[in-house]
């Protein structure tokens, strides 16, 4: 019998009620935990996948409590894009039991490892696998942002903050901020500037075995480094950000139900031709 631990977000009443409906037919054919908390730490144990219920942001925050130690992630979508989910709660019985009978693939999809350093010591170390964001939480003022990739000095960004995305969060915050939509499955970091104040200023798609680093010069009041728009921690005069892929990589489930391009169209309106009047 498989073991599965089933994910929700507890501060979302209708992902809680989806668990629990599903919950006893789910316990007749596995060995459940149900996990309402994504954001407390896992004690780590023996578990063949987690069924993820909830949006993005809730699958984001089961890929760093359990993607990042190998667990492969199953997402039902009960939020509103759903680019990391498999399927919609209608039709989770009969991906469960695709998966539960051993009729998937595994996508793979790199993490990104973010470090803040100051002053010669690591006080920030985490995963995320959309992206990291360095911006200024004030209005009106710029940041100067130095930029180098393994070492060597690329520019200096002047703009209201900087993104390194991977492929996966190329369709998140980067697209705001006019990235390239890039497919999950290559290997590279996605560099974009929110708003560059000079136009020649585009973003960058780079090896994913580079070493890339953000270092603030002068900057508005409070800026902030975020991870996955969770992990946040107020930036000081000096500090460095070295970002690069992480070891672990996602391990998605994947039934073949639905793939990347379907999802651009259904979920970016992606209608092709512009709708001309007859």
Known sequence: MKRVIVCANSNKPHMVEAVRGIEPWLRERADVTVDLDVDSEWESAPVDFVAVFGGDGTVLGAARKYGQHGVPVLGINLGKLGFLTETTAQHAREVLTDVLESRFTVGERIMLRCR??????????????????????????????????????????????????TPVGSTAHSLAASGPIVHPEVEALIVCPICPHTLSNRPLVLPAGAMLEMRPRTFAENPALTVDGRAFRVLESGDRVMLCRAEQKLRLLLTGRHTFFETLRNKLDWSGQPRYVK
């Open 116 to 165: 803040l350093e100051r002053e010669g010591r690591v006080i920030e170390d985490c995963v995320g696998l959309n992206d990291a964001v360095m911006s200024r939480t004030s209005l009106s003022r710029l940041m100067t942002i130095d930029f180098l990739v393994d070492g060597e000095m690329v520019t200096t960004y002047a703009a209201d903050g900087l993104i390194v995305a």
